[in-house]
């Protein structure tokens, strides 16, 4: 196990609601990514927290927003739901070694927007 | 033009084959790279970060050529439990912001038959 949590496992919601998904780091570990993955294609990064900061943003709307938090654990929030977000979302944690940043991923949160 | 590109599979292949992958990537300051597991409805898992000089870990092999832009994965005596999708995923790497997001391809289905 890579020690990266994540909350909720399943989630339905409607069209126009607004979700928060959760993310606890590995221990030692100062960087969150998140990503969405769509059936049958690989995680598309969405963003990046670093030490409280957003540390890179991918193709992402802004009605995709988060947070970062002292203890690096990390919020995402998507506005205005719509059919095409339903996806899996993965936060992953990471940190500098050896000037590498293997990224570990927690088991997701599976969103159903109906 | 796909940032990151895999052949979809599926590769079928009989227990103890040796099978291998390659993955293309586009962007030639791309620094950092990773091949990823990922079982069906489960997270991906990290399976070997990709070095200059190639690298072995047990039954796997990863090789990265930077003149022509892909890795590789080499499986050995393919096992049942092998099958899998596998991403490989590529980073700008270094500190600057943005430059640690991974880009995935959309993976390579493997399936090992008895």
């Known amino acids: 196990e890579t020690g990266v949590t994540q909350s909720p496992t399943h989630l339905i919601k409607t069209r126009g609601q607004q979700v928060t998904l959760r993310c606890s780091s590995q221990s030692g570990h100062n960087t969150v990514s998140w990503y969405q993955q769509a059936l049958g294609q690989g995680p598309q990064f969405i963003f990046q927290?670093?030490?409280?900061?957003?540390?890179g943003r991918g193709n992402f709307p802004p009605r995709f927003s988060g947070l970062q938090f002292p203890n690096y654990s990390s919020e995402l929030n998507v506005n205005a739901l719509e059919l095409d977000d339903s996806a899996l979302y993965l936060c992953?944690?990471?940190?500098?070694?050896?000037?590498?940043?293997?990224?570990?991923f927690g088991p997701g949160t599976r969103l159903t927007v109906t | 033009r796909k940032e990151v590109e895999q052949d979809p599979g599926p590769f079928n292949v009989p227990e103890g084959a040796t099978v291998a992958f390659n993955c293309t990537y586009s962007n030639s300051a791309s620094q950092s790279f990773f091949w990823y597991r990922q079982d069906c409805r489960k997270e991906p898992k990290l399976l070997m970060s990709v070095y200059s000089s190639g690298n072995e870990d047990g039954r796997f092999t990863a090789q990265l050529n930077r003149a022509s832009q892909y890795i590789s994965l080499l499986i050995r005596d393919s096992k049942l439990s092998d099958s899998a999708t596998y991403l490989c995923?590529?980073?700008?790497?270094?500190?600057?912001?943005?430059?640690?997001?991974?880009?995935f391809g959309s993976g390579t289905r493997l399936q090992v038959q008895p």
């Open positions: 995923a590529v980073t700008l790497g270094g500190r600057a912001t943005g430059r640690r997001a991974l880009t």
């Open positions: 927290y670093y030490r409280e900061e957003e540390n």
């Open positions: 992953a944690s990471s940190t500098n070694f050896q000037g590498t940043y293997e990224q570990y």
